[in-house]
């Protein structure tokens, strides 16, 4: 939140908050998923998987593996 209010958008805010994250507490230990006023969805994470999916604006399903 701080990222955002500081003027990063979604994603580089995301990517912040992973690097700190891992930066504190070392590799496979996080990940986000985030969504903006719009829809959009933004995910970043320091595992070597982490599968999520979401449901778009379209109705389409999106599964990221």
Same mark, same amino acid.
């Given at each position: 939140?701080?990222?955002?209010?500081?003027?990063?958008?979604?994603?580089? $805010?995301?990517?912040?908050?992973?690097?700190?994250?891992?930066?504190?507490? #070392?590799? %496979?230990?996080?990940?986000? +998923?985030? =969504?903006?006023?719009?829809?959009?969805?933004? $995910?970043?994470?320091?595992?070597?998987?982490?599968?999520?999916?979401?449901? #778009?604006? %379209?109705?389409?399903?999106? +599964?990221? =593996?």
């Amino acid at each position: 939140v701080r990222s955002l209010c500081e003027g990063q958008s979604l994603a580089e $805010a995301v990517k912040s908050s992973i690097k700190t994250v891992t930066d504190l507490y #070392g590799p %496979d230990t996080a990940g986000v +998923i985030a =969504v903006d006023s719009e829809g959009n969805v933004y $995910a970043e994470f320091n595992t070597k998987a982490m599968p999520w999916g979401f449901i #778009g604006k %379209d109705r389409e399903t999106a +599964i990221f =593996v």
